[in-house]
């Protein structure tokens, strides 16, 4: 990996950073690390499986059935989603095998209304028209395999933690999946145990490892690539997703199409949850 004063020189760290700062961070798409917000973004509450189970009640939810805890992402076919009651999903979590098979929430929030009372919106994105909204709960050792998104993502460690991996944006050196695959943001790497022999051009590459931990946020600027671990035995977070700025994906073109098919995929689901909500309060 790469040394801890290499990381730190690409890793901003902001402690209840002001509008402008954050917005500063945006335009220059840094990678930040957010502490000091977490009393007032959970009101005062806290996310233990207990706690999720009471704010969620009888709602079910959104998972991936995964063959392993560190799956590779098929380019042939989509995650193998299904909803079941949340009282199903923790006992899943606290009994399946290390190695798995494996099974991980991922699930938008307004599927689940019970749960908008346990939580508020960062400030910094009060403005923002913000696309999606998505709820992610783990047990540990859980991997999601490295890609990019091409959207902008603040990701709230509500409980537990994750070690990332993240790089800068590229696709020459990252290997990904074919574009007209179900997997284009998706690099053929596993960058924990990279075949040198297979990917050569990954020697280019240089990580950025950090853990985030519980009442953290980061700032994942759209485009860049990441490989995330759940390391605690319970792991809550949440996705706030929002358009990246019109300069920024011309600027990471090739990118941005490349992500093309897979955006069109997620703007369905999107769409479908949208309508299945629209007129409820």
Excluded at 69 to 78: F, K, L, M, S, V
Excluded at 143 to 148: A, K, Q
Aim: proline residues 7%; glycine residues 4%; positive net charge.
């Amino acid at each position: 990996m790469m040394s801890t004063a290499r990381t730190a020189d690409r890793l901003l760290r902001l402690h209840r950073p002001t509008q402008s700062e954050f917005r500063r961070a945006v335009k220059a798409s840094r990678l930040v690390v957010i502490t000091g917000l977490s009393r007032e973004l959970s009101r005062g509450g806290s996310y233990s499986l207990d706690d999720l189970q009471n704010a969620i009640g009888e709602h079910r939810v959104e998972v991936d059935r995964r063959a392993s805890r560190n799956t590779p992402q098929d380019p042939e076919a989509r995650p193998n989603f299904e909803r079941i009651p949340f009282a199903e999903l923790r006992a899943r979590i606290e009994s399946e095998a290390y190695a798995g098979p494996r099974t991980y929430l991922q699930d938008d929030v307004r599927n689940l209304p019970s749960f908008h009372s346990s939580y508020q919106v960062p400030t910094y994105l009060r403005n923002t028209a913000i696309v999606r909204t998505k709820l992610w709960v783990s047990g540990k050792g859980i991997v999601t395999p490295l890609h990019y998104d091409p959207v902008e993502v603040l990701h709230w460690m509500m409980e537990g933690s994750k070690r990332w991996l993240c790089f800068q944006p590229g696709l020459r050196n990252f290997y990904p999946h074919g574009v007209h695959t179900k997997a284009p943001m998706f690099s053929k790497v596993d960058p924990t145990a990279p075949d040198m022999s297979a990917y050569p051009r990954w020697k280019h590459v240089r990580p950025i490892e950090f853990e985030l931990h519980a009442g953290e946020l980061l700032y994942i600027p759209a485009f860049y690539w990441h490989h995330v671990e759940s390391t605690a035995d319970h792991n809550v977070s949440m996705n706030y997703i929002w358009l990246a700025s019109p300069w920024k994906n011309t600027r990471y073109f090739p990118e941005f199409v490349q992500a093309m098919p897979f955006v069109a995929w997620q703007a369905k689901k999107i769409a479908s949850v949208r309508s299945r909500h629209s007129g409820r309060s």
